[in-house]
């Protein structure tokens, strides 16, 4: 086998690796890189980071010294199966300091390096908080009901799926997805958002669980510098009706399911399916609610019919039996009196969001 000069050493060698022998490329090879202090930028107000000039909700400061480390690495091309170890120590409420061990494989030999450095917290104020603090919006989201105004209760539960929402945006990155300001009026309420897009999934998120409708429509907002600035409004309204009620159409008593364009309902007498267009039941009246139903004791039952003990009048009561009747260990059933006539609640009705609470 022919030899090598190594041009480095002088030394002879079988191979050369970029144009020196083994032992001259490992000696000043550095297999990582890490400054000695790095400096990690997290929002003051909502503990956000700064990285790679995009903030990122992180929600643990040993994670934020951890992929401020991380992403001040930098590890040698010619590194493969590379193993890091990160270890922090926080050594003020603003600084820690770091070991990092590097481990990886060069040329078919196992390389392993010591790094430390130091990583100082730097507070400022994010996009969002800057935003919010500054009264930023982009939109106005407007919660309102249907021949009424919506209850305590109601908003509420909006308040509620609002948050939710929130929550899976910015878990998605969205920042935007934010409030700068809530204002409860006689009408409802109303909402100034971050974006245009976060008031598209509250108004989609709150029919689609409450019922009712949305619409949205551009305003002029104010004038800047000669140039016309838009805002959207949002209008939700809750419907009149809302999962749960009962109503009483005149000629039928409806357990509501859902109220949007069309009201769907269970049918109370003999649990059948129920669909109407809102001007057909224009003059429906909310005569009750199935979280006022109470379980009475079944008596007896035959073929058709169950007599029950009214929990009220003390009376036995022949209802219809329902097609997939189960008799309950217990012998009590959820019953509903509805304009002092006593039904089985169908069953259905566990199903539907009460808003109970
Ligand atoms: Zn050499
Ligand atoms: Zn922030």
Redesign the pocket.
Known sequence: MTLIT??????K?EVLIRG??????F?NFAIAQLPRVIQARVCATCGARLSHGKWTDEYDMENIVLKTVEDNISIHKDANDVQVCINTKQITPYMYSAKVNVAAKVEEQTVTDELFCEVRLIRESCDMCSRISGGYFEGILQIRAVERTPTDREIEICLEIIEGIIHRMRAKGDRLAFITEKIRSKEGLDLYIGSVNFGRHVCKAITEELGGTYNESPSLFTQKDGKEIYRITFSVRLPKFMPGAIINTGTKKIIVKHMGKKLTGIDLTDSSRFIAAENQIESAKQVGHIKDAVYAVLVAEDEQELIILDPVTFRTVNVKKPPEFLTPENEEIPVIRIEEELFLLPSECKKINTLKG
């Open positions: 190594c041009p480095q050493c002088g030394n060698t020196r022998c083994r032992e001259c490329f000696q």
